[in-house]
């Protein structure tokens, strides 16, 4: 009895510690559960804003007094051109006021005139694949002569024949790398295989990019018809697209030109035949023939490059006009043809002979004229003419409010032979200035030249 009872008592102390083991545990967890939720109810302190990086500082050029060629809008004496962090902001006469912390340029006694725009040039060495802008040199010699020879833009390609869309269009900005690539595929090009059977394999590959094209296109019309059954209800299978149809798909739906390489009267023509089947955006270049149809290139709309000094002797074996003609610009002109135009060397030589290459880019301009184009077409041939072929007539080739701010300060007319550009700038930035370059600096200009007729 006496240790009965005496286990009774020492399981009654254990039941008692138990209890207030767990009373002492239940206590802490309702107070450490309290201040989860205190600290749950107190809202935490807001994290400290970001230090954001400080608005670059708006820069302004106003280039004042000059004689202003607008392309679009005539002539603008003693004019003044806003540039307002690398865009044109704004064009007016000598009334239009520049903002107090603009940085003036004086331009009285200069042309104003909008960058030179080349179709086709040859500034690098183009890689034989993979993007253009990857074979930049921004120190190039090329670039340089560009600029002092007032070219602010031109068009590169690595294109040899074949269909390809490996090009670019760059900027003439020596020296900084980052500003150089105005634009990528910015059209697809076309030219025949050449070689030893140049004829036979240029067929070839002309049946071979209208077979594709046609593939292409009936593949684009099955997919609208299948997402005109798919928004109705109806279960039809996807169409295939072709492997190769890639390619040419941007060109069947307008997004970039094709630049067809074409020279005689029937690659003319059969390169208009794709406008006609497929409704291409089409250029074609060098176009020397095109003088003789130059009605058929206008219904079509086609864009052209040519060189107003093309010497392609006549065919004497073809009893019909052919070759190249002095006259080509002016016949063209007439019809409504639009045309850009190139020297005979598209490259900047130092030793080559005067006007033959790109450092007198506007005398090939002049020469538009002796062939009976008029001033303000030859001028559009180097300016907004070529910017149309590479798709950026908004940000280049005139000076209008919002373009790119590519701007030449010349010492006379700019297809006057004797004119020099004496500032070039380009994103609104100076790039050139003759008065602090070696590049034609034992040149004086003839005094008196006049800057445009009165």
């Not at 006259?327 to 190139?342: E, M, W, Y």
């Not at 900047?348 to 033959?356: N, Q, V």
Request: net charge positive.
């Amino acid at each position: 009895m006496r240790r009965s009872r005496q286990a009774r008592v020492s399981g009654y102390s254990g039941v008692q510690a138990l209890g207030r083991w767990v009373f002492n545990v239940g206590c802490w967890g309702v107070c450490l559960l309290s201040s989860f939720v205190a600290a749950g109810a107190q809202a935490p302190p807001a994290a400290a804003p970001a230090p954001q990086k400080p608005a670059a500082p708006t820069v302004r050029t106003a280039i004042v007094g000059g004689d202003v060629w607008t392309v679009t809008n005539g002539v603008i004496r003693g004019g003044t051109v806003l540039i307002k962090d690398g865009k044109i902001e704004q064009v007016g006469g000598p009334d239009l006021k520049p903002a107090a912390d603009a940085k003036i340029v004086d331009a009285h006694g200069l042309a104003v005139v909008p960058g030179f725009v080349v179709a086709n040039a040859r500034v690098t060495s183009p890689p034989a694949g993979g993007k253009i802008k990857d074979s930049l040199d921004p120190f190039a010699l090329a670039l340089e002569l560009a600029a002092a020879s007032g070219i602010t833009t031109t068009y590169l390609s690595a294109f040899d024949a074949g269909l390809g869309s490996s090009n670019a269009v760059i900027k003439m900005t020596r020296g900084d790398l980052a500003a150089m690539t105005a634009a990528e595929a910015v059209n697809s090009s076309f030219a025949p295989t050449g070689g030893r059977f140049a004829r036979s394999s240029g067929l070839s590959a002309r049946w071979s990019l209208r077979d594709q094209f046609r593939r292409a296109k009936d593949y684009l019309q099955k997919l609208e018809a299948f997402e005109a059954d798919k928004k109705a209800g109806k279960k039809t299978p996807e169409p295939k697209k072709p492997a190769d149809a890639d390619a040419v798909l941007p060109l069947l739906k307008k997004e970039r030109p094709l630049r067809v390489a074409a020279t005689t009267v029937g690659e003319i023509r059969w390169a208009l035949s794709l406008v006609d089947e497929f409704g291409l955006r089409e250029v074609i270049a060098p176009a020397t023939e095109a003088w003789i149809i130059p009605d058929e290139i206008a219904k079509r709309g086609a864009l052209l490059i040519i060189t107003p000094r093309d010497r392609d002797e006549p065919d004497e074996r073809r009893n019909a006009p052919s070759g190249a003609n002095p006259d080509a610009a002016g016949i063209l002109q007439k019809a409504g043809v639009k045309f850009a135009i190139v020297p005979n060397d598209n490259s900047f030589s130092i030793g080559g002979e005067l006007g033959r290459d790109l450092l007198n880019y506007p005398l090939e301009a002049a020469f538009a004229m002796r062939g009976g184009a008029d001033e303000q077409t030859a001028l559009e041939s180097i300016t907004l003419t070529p910017a149309k072929i590479l798709g950026l007539d908004k940000r280049i080739g005139s000076l209008e409010a919002g373009k790119d701010a590519d701007i030449l300060l010349m010492s006379g007319e700019p297809l006057d032979y004797r004119s020099f550009v004496e500032k070039t700038f380009i994103n609104g930035k100076l790039y050139y200035d003759r008065s602090k370059s070696t590049f034609f600096d034992k040149i004086r200009p003839q005094k008196g030249i006049p800057t445009a007729p009165k």
